[in-house]
Nanobody
Framework: QVQLVESGGGLVQAGGSLRLSCAAS????????FGWYRQPPGKQRELVAG???????NYADSVKGRFTISVGDFKKTTTLQMDNLKPEDTAVYYC?????????WGKGTLVTVSS
């Protein structure tokens, strides 16, 4: 009952910035947490950042100080601000939402960071 659509991916040079957005629709009132995951080429999907309904955020060690997660009013959107990007940030980024103990996923958006 929750649909997620990511946007904002693209090609950026190292040291640059991108802002990813995730639009949520359906039963968004029941969403407990939002998260951003990424899957680098040939590697396992990993958690990048998460935010709870109380507004508490957590980050992977590799992105602390560079990425910021936020959530919009009425749980309609979540964003991931990415600054000082590095080539190792290259990955498909996925939006995730937990609603009534069920996880929902977007289809992903590609971020490519060139050196």
């Amino acid at each position: 009952q929750v649909q997620l659509v990511e946007s904002g991916g693209g090609l950026v040079q190292a040291g640059g910035s991108l802002r990813l957005s995730c639009a949520a629709s359906g039963s968004t009132f029941s969403i407990a947490t939002f998260g951003w995951y990424r899957q680098p080429p040939g590697k396992q999907r990993e958690l990048v950042a998460g935010i709870s309904s109380s507004g508490i955020a957590n980050y992977a060690d590799s992105v602390k100080g560079r990425f910021t997660i936020s959530v919009g009013d009425f749980k309609k959107t979540t964003t991931l601000q990415m600054d000082n990007l590095k080539p190792e940030d290259t990955a498909v980024y996925y939006c995730n939402a937990e609603s009534r103990s069920v996880n929902y996923w977007g289809k992903g958006t590609l971020v490519t960071v060139s050196s």
